[in-house]
């Protein structure tokens, strides 16, 4: 039986047994005289939950095991008697039969294989029907039981909202395991890298080659530094150089100067741009501004101009980042008060002046952390320099030059045909655990400037 | 010593005269710092607004051609060429039966003679043939009558019809034009990922994207609403919440790429699922998700009024009947637009994805969650890095799609919280 199937059957059930259950509740709050705990729902929901989750959690600890008991089983038979010991081999001829039986593969490269492939499919669905019939029976048992107890005094509701309190407990979890587990995939490649590598040499060697790796002493070509530099210069300066002006000029004119119905248009136009996807404007950066760039670097006389520039990346980077930092800024000048704003009116300071004088400073903790927040935002923007910067390492503070950035690596080495534990796929992982740290503390810097400056003023 | 100094005599007040030439000049001065600071704000918003509108306008420019073929009138005749029993032309077998009877060789061979000087069989795009098998399986008579057929040009004939092209291929098009045409590519809606231009299409990226999209939905709408629910609702304030509050803020944080590596990590390396699978791309996209959707659905949950829960319990209502009952439909709204705005922002993902190994060929869409599959934003990242020319205008009409998708998602948005969001 396929495991649609049977998942619709244990579905099946647990409907079933809400209806009778609930029928049952029904049937027995006809008495006008008691007062009951629970609503007839709750007896519905209370059979269906013991029908569903044993047979749902067993399934799924038997979709974990099954294909190790099968490969168990082929094994323990007679006609694997000559398989060769286990390694490599072995592993090879038990996948090749597999494929076979599930009819993913149509030859096999061991005659072995052959011979245990019709073992194999006989294990397989022998290890199938009796899941199914173990499920089956769980969800009877399980249903059967919690019905024995829907009676008038049984309160099924704290038995259910129990249940649903859990769930909602574990919902929250999974987002500490999704931290746990980015942490710890980072750090056990990476201490893995670090062992091939040492840490001073990736993280202050100035050589970045991953090309050409020399076995002897593979941390020679694989100092970060360039890379630090390159995604600092495009994501923190370039970027910021572009994005704060536009940002903060265009939140201090919609806020201060426009008109409502223009604010109403102009402010939305602005969020498209933060929702046009990042592939979109690496595209755009390689094939129109990249050029551009570089016919102005060459008409400027500069000898290096290339045509995968950081000024190109880090522009088009800026211009993705002017909404976030706009709607900062629209917040922290927002949140000062406004008797600060009337009294520089009241003493004739012009408008213009009592923004530049009063309100800019007076919000540019909150402008600060934003700004903070868009430089984490840049440096670990992918697509953008993927598309449009060089995958070339070097150390230059020519805007026209060539630089990569940390992002970029990481999508070169790992979409390679690199093996999955060479010093080449682990230094990505060393990449991506720099990243995630240098994010994190940007974001917690900036959090605590933000939090700070609001409790100021409240 | 200490003798109270006299205050200083007042001058004698006056009125600032306000007429000087001195004055007229500072105010002047003022007034116009005033207005050049003004035009630098409204400089700003408009050239945030011009980069926009720039950059829409190369899209759709470059793009609009991508959504049409050029085609060449093609004189047939398969009569004795291409010779099929016509008992195999319906049904399945009907595909196999015609590239069997040499079907692809009778349309280069009926090229070569209709345009001997122009190129002949080179004029056409490698499509074309597929193009007649599919207008035999319509009318097997186009086997037995000679007849005219239209048939997708070559990529450097379609690109110099559209006056993008090289020179010889200029020269060829100029002696072909009364028999060239423009129609609306259909295959580029119904296709997938092809070598040749004027063959690929986005079907098989658009239905990657849809496959991953009900992955990610499936996961991480439940998940951040049960969270969210939970964090406000319920959550004790202790050292646990305050651990799950922060990890969740932080994942909203944190760099698409590195979601991309931790399900490369885990669900490549140690579950071993199949790579460049949907089911994959849409785990990876569900992690990257849900805390937006948590936190969206946070804001939505506080802002319904405390006498709403105060009421519901009031009346008798257990916490959960309270928070399932009334607060989560009266939030529901809020949630949903935080929901569309986290899925339309993983839709236009291509970071984490390429991780996952979905960069590669595929030339059929998937039939199911672990096919391998590409998705939209993945195709046009695969596009922009071919060479031949022909690529360019499906790039950008792709790149257009996707826009049409995302602007339409965050409209919805826009409108339910229009229509739904109540001002308490």
């Not at chain 1, 499919?121 to 173990?134: G, K, L, N």
């Not at chain 2, 006498?307 to 607060?327: C, E, M, N, T």
């Not at chain 2, 969650?369 to 046009?380: E, F, K, R, Y």
Request: proline content about 6%; aromatic content about 8%; charged content about 15%.
């Amino acid at each position: 039986m396929s495991a649609l199937a049977l998942l619709f059957l244990i579905a099946a059930l647990g409907l079933i047994g809400w209806i009778v259950a609930r029928a049952r509740a029904l049937r027995f709050r006809a008495s006008p005289t008691r007062r009951f705990s629970s609503l007839p729902q709750h007896h519905g929901w209370f059979v269906a939950m013991w029908t569903l989750l044993p047979a749902l959690v067993f399934l799924g600890i038997w979709h974990v095991t099954a294909p190790a008991l099968v490969t168990d089983a082929v094994i323990a038979s007679p006609a694997a008697a000559t398989l060769p010991p286990p390694g490599l081999d072995r592993a090879a001829i038990l996948s090749e039969a597999r494929n076979l039986a599930n009819g993913d593969a149509y030859g096999a490269f061991h005659p072995m294989s052959e011979t245990l492939a019709p073992l194999y499919a006989r294990e397989q669905s022998r290890h199938d029907w009796t899941a199914t019939a173990i499920a089956l029976l769980l969800a009877f048992a399980g249903g059967a039981l919690a019905f024995l107890r829907v009676r008038p005094g049984f309160s099924a509701r704290t038995q259910v909202e129990r249940v649903v309190m859990g769930l909602l407990l574990v919902a929250s979890l999974i987002a500490i395991l999704t931290t746990i587990g980015i942490i710890a995939s980072l750090l056990v490649e990476s201490a893995r890298f670090f062992q091939i590598v040492p840490i001073t040499q990736f993280l202050f060697g100035t050589h970045w080659s991953p090309q050409v790796i020399d076995a002897r002493d593979p941390g020679a070509s694989l100092g970060a530094v360039p890379l630090f530099w390159g995604t600092f210069f495009i994501g923190a300066i370039i970027a910021m150089a572009v994005a704060v002006p536009l940002g903060l000029m265009s939140a201090i004119y919609l806020t201060q100067y426009a008109r409502h119905t223009t604010r109403r248009w102009m402010k939305p136009m602005l969020e498209v741009l933060a929702g046009v996807p990042t592939v979109v404007y690496g595209y755009f950066a390689a094939l129109t501004v990249a050029p551009a760039v570089r016919d102005l670097g060459v008409a400027l006389g500069i000898r290096w101009a290339s045509s995968e520039s950081a000024l190109a990346a880090g522009v088009v980077m800026g211009v993705m980042i002017i909404p976030f930092v706009s709607s900062m800024a629209d917040d922290s000048l927002s949140a000062v008060p406004a008797a600060m704003r009337d009294g520089s009116l009241a003493m004739g300071a012009t408008q213009s002046e009592t923004i530049r004088r009063v309100l800019v400073p007076a919000a540019l903790p909150g402008v600060v952390g934003g700004v903070l927040l868009a430089v984490s935002r840049a440096i670990g923007e992918t697509m953008i320099v993927v598309m449009a910067a060089s995958g070339v390492a070097s150390l230059t503070l020519n805007p026209f030059a060539s630089t990569t950035t940390v992002t970029k690596q990481i999508v070169d080495l790992l979409t390679g045909e690199a093996e999955f534990d060479s010093a080449k796929t682990l230094a990505a992982f060393a990449l991506g655990l720099t990243l995630f740290v240098i994010t994190l503390l940007l974001n917690v810097v900036a959090l605590i400037v933000v939090r700070r400056y609001r409790e100021s003023y409240e | 010593m200490n003798k109270p100094v006299a205050p200083p005599a007042p001058a004698e007040r006056r009125p600032t005269d306000w007429q000087t030439p001195a004055m007229q000049r500072r105010i002047r001065r003022r007034y116009a710092a005033e207005r050049r600071f003004r035009l630098l704000g409204l400089a700003a918003v408009f050239l945030s607004a011009a980069f926009l509108l720039y950059l829409l306008a190369t899209m759709i420019g470059q793009g609009a051609s991508g959504f049409t073929e050029t085609r060449i009138a093609l004189p047939l005749d398969l009569r004795g060429r291409v010779v099929v029993n016509p008992a195999r032309l319906n049904g399945a077998g009907a595909d196999l039966a015609l590239a069997g009877a040499g079907l692809e060789n009778a349309v280069d061979a009926a090229a070569n003679a209709a345009y001997p000087r122009q190129g002949g069989a080179t004029l056409l795009s490698d499509g074309a043939w597929l193009r007649v098998r599919d207008a035999i399986k319509r009318d097997p008579a186009l086997l037995r009558t000679p007849t005219t057929i239209d048939v997708p040009v070559a990529s450097a004939i379609d690109m110099a019809y559209k006056d993008d092209g090289d020179a010889a291929s200029e020269a060829a098009v100029a002696a072909l034009r009364p028999h060239l045409s423009r129609e609306l590519n259909r295959g580029f809606f119904a296709g997938s990922d092809a070598t040749d231009p004027t063959r690929a299409g986005i079907w098989g990226a658009l239905k990657g994207s849809l496959l991953t999209m009900i992955v990610t939905l499936g996961l991480a709408f439940p998940i951040g609403v049960l969270s969210a629910l939970y964090l406000e609702e319920y959550a004790p304030r202790n050292r646990w919440t305050d651990l799950i509050e922060v990890s969740i803020n932080n994942l909203a944080a944190v760099p698409s790429i590195i979601f991309g590596l931790l399900g490369l990590a885990v669900f490549l390396g140690t579950f071993h699922m199949p790579r460049s699978a949907a089911v994959v791309g849409g785990l990876t996209l569900a992690l990257m998700t849900m805390p937006v959707i948590v936190i969206a659905g946070r804001n939505a949950i506080t802002a319904v009024p405390p006498s709403i829960r105060d009421a519901a319990r009031a009346l008798g209502a257990s916490p959960i009947q309270v928070v399932f009952h009334h607060v989560l439909p009266l939030a529901l709204p809020g949630i949903l637009t935080g929901t569309i705005i986290g899925m339309a922002r993983a839709l236009g993902e291509t970071a984490p994805l390429l991780m996952i190994g979905m960069r590669a060929f595929i030339a059929a869409p998937p039939g199911k969650l672990t096919d391998p599959a590409t998705v939209l934003p993945v195709q046009i990242f695969l596009w922009s890095d071919e060479v031949q020319k022909g690529f360019v205008e499906k790039t950008s009409a792709a790149i257009i799609v996707l826009l049409v998708v995302l602007l339409a998602m965050n409209g919805v948005a826009i409108y339910l919280r229009n229509r739904f969001e109540t001002r308490w």
